[in-house]
Structure formats: C-alpha cells, structure tokens
C-alpha cells in the first residue's frame, strides 16, 4: 500500500476533514499529476486571511508574505503617529489610500485592508479572472464594499487619483530564465502573472515610469523583486526621479523588495 505523503494527508484534513471520498480520490490524482496543492485544496492563508484561488490566480508566496508584513507594521506605526497627532482615523473618518497593483488574487490589499482601520484599497489588475478572484476574496474576508474599488487596468491604464502607499508584485521572472521555475508553475500557474518578458523588467519599468504621478508627496511604494535585479532596479529609480529607496531581504536572506518615497 502507498503511504499517504504530506499533501495528501493535509488535503484529506483540511478539504475532507477525513473522508477519503471519491472526489478526494480525484484531488489525489491532480496532485499526483503535479498540480499545486493549493489550487488542489482552492484555497490559501494568507496573513491570517483566507484567500480564494477559484479562478486561478497566482499562487501568493510565503517571500510576498512576509514583506506585506513589513509594510502593514509600517503602514500601523503611521497610523499610531497621525493619532497622537489628533488625526484619528476613526474620529476623524480618514483613510490611508493604498493601491494593490498587479493585484492578482488580491491577498497583499485584503491583508491591508483587514489589518488597517480606516484603510481604502484599490485594487488593480488587467486580467478579467482576477477582477473576479479578487471581488470573491474581499467578500470572503468580509471587507466592507465603501473600503474597496476593483480596478481593471493594464498597469496605471485605468488608475486615477494619488495614494499614500502603492503595493506591487509585478512579473518579473525573465523569459531567458524559464527553465529554473517550478514545473507545476509552468504547467498551470498565469504565465502573464510571473513572467516580465526576455529580462523580467519590462513590467517593472512601465511601473516605476508611471508610479511617481500616482505616489502622495509623502507616501511609500513597495515593490517586489528578484534577487538578481537588485543593481538594475537601482539603477531605474535614479533614472526615473525618485529622491530616496531602501532594498531589504526576504526571510531567506534574498533581496526581496525595495521601499521608495517620492
């Protein structure tokens, strides 16, 4: 008899909560196939959120999670020091404007959003199955409908207005450098979601030209990253304008993501 490995006993608890039912059966023969598990199961945490993955969207990493940590302890502490200042959110009705672009399931901004009192988030994003994987997931995790406008938008496309804070995981995978990614990535995950043409900057420079106009005089933008991009991306923040940015790590030591003021 074949011993169960650890994706199939976690799909058996958390999906089947222990029924080897015949549709387990068939969620075995996908993982089996080399599907990912997560979109075996449908679903992912995601910072304490549940995010639905019904529509297939990119799969978030645990790298992505951790920075979008980082920026809501960041986004937290301004808030704690506009309400000493008497600018309660609350009180006062404020909101923090953040953009979530190339949102694709929407986890970083739901996270924003569940996390950040008083917090708006718009969400941006140019494929129509995650418009719809987004708006399921902020209903989900129940984000009220007057927090929250989904954006269908190719890059700024379709954006208007200023934010405090611009969120982005863009694709950025090279081309030149297919055949190092995962083959269940390959297989079933958006190509359009991880790869940024031949270098993997194309997105991030149509990003970068255009985020400035869309960054308050006083706001952040975080952005993710590969590792090896660090030099080049240093490079295009001196080119584009941008007066001050900092890179920092993944949890696995990797450089992982920069934060840039305007």
Same mark, same amino acid.
């Given at each position: 008899?074949?011993?169960?490995?650890?994706?199939?006993?976690?799909?058996?608890?958390?999906?089947?909560?222990?029924?080897?039912?015949?549709?387990?059966?068939?969620?075995?023969?996908?993982?089996?196939?080399?599907?990912?598990?997560?979109?075996?199961?449908?679903?992912?945490?995601?910072?304490?959120?549940?995010?639905?993955?019904?529509?297939?969207?990119?799969?978030?990493?645990?790298?992505?999670?951790?920075?979008?940590?980082?920026?809501?302890?960041?986004?937290?502490?301004?808030?704690?020091?506009?309400?000493?200042?008497?600018? $309660?959110? =609350? @009180?006062?009705?404020?909101? %923090?404007?953040?953009?979530?672009?190339?949102?694709?399931?929407? +986890? #970083?901004?739901?996270?924003?959003?569940?996390?950040?009192?008083?917090?708006?988030?718009?969400?941006?994003?140019?494929?129509?199955?995650?418009?719809?994987?987004?708006?399921?997931?902020?209903?989900?995790?129940?984000?009220?409908?007057?927090?929250?406008?989904?954006?269908?938008?190719?890059?700024?496309?379709?954006?208007a207005?200023?934010?405090?804070?611009?969120?982005?995981?863009?694709?950025?995978?090279p081309?030149?450098?297919?055949?190092?990614v995962?083959?269940?990535?390959?297989?079933?995950?958006?190509?359009?979601?991880?790869?940024?043409?031949?270098?993997?900057?194309?997105?991030i420079?149509?990003?970068?030209?255009?985020?400035? $106009?869309? =960054? @308050?005089?006083?706001?952040? %933008?975080?952005?993710?990253?590969?590792?090896?991009?660090?030099? +080049? #991306?240093?490079?295009?923040?001196?080119?584009?304008?941008?007066?001050?940015?900092?890179?920092k790590?993944?949890?696995?030591?990797?450089?992982?993501y920069?934060?840039?003021?305007n």
């Amino acid at each position: 008899m074949q011993s169960m490995n650890k994706e199939e006993q976690w799909l058996l608890d958390e999906k089947y909560h222990g029924r080897k039912t015949a549709a387990y059966q068939k969620d075995v023969l996908r993982l089996r196939r080399g599907e990912p598990k997560d979109y075996v199961i449908g679903f992912v945490e995601f910072l304490g959120c549940k995010i639905d993955l019904s529509k297939r969207p990119l799969i978030p990493r645990f790298e992505t999670e951790f920075w979008a940590e980082q920026a809501i302890e960041a986004m937290s502490e301004w808030q704690i020091a506009n309400s000493k200042k008497g600018h $309660s959110l =609350l @009180a006062t009705g404020f909101s %923090l404007r953040v953009l979530d672009i190339f949102s694709g399931s929407g +986890a #970083i901004g739901i996270a924003i959003a569940k996390k950040i009192p008083g917090a708006h988030v718009a969400f941006a994003d140019s494929e129509e199955n995650c418009i719809g994987q987004i708006a399921i997931n902020c209903s989900l995790n129940k984000i009220p409908a007057d927090r929250y406008e989904i954006i269908q938008s190719d890059v700024f496309e379709n954006i208007a207005g200023t934010f405090d804070v611009i969120v982005a995981n863009p694709p950025y995978i090279p081309l030149k450098n297919k055949h190092k990614v995962q083959e269940s990535a390959i297989n079933h995950e958006p190509h359009v979601s991880l790869f940024g043409k031949e270098d993997g900057l194309f997105y991030i420079k149509q990003f970068l030209i255009q985020a400035r $106009s869309c =960054l @308050a005089p006083a706001g952040k %933008l975080y952005m993710e990253f590969d590792s090896h991009q660090k030099p +080049a #991306i240093a490079k295009l923040l001196k080119q584009y304008g941008y007066k001050a940015w900092k890179f920092k790590k993944d949890q696995y030591g990797r450089w992982r993501y920069v934060v840039v003021g305007n």
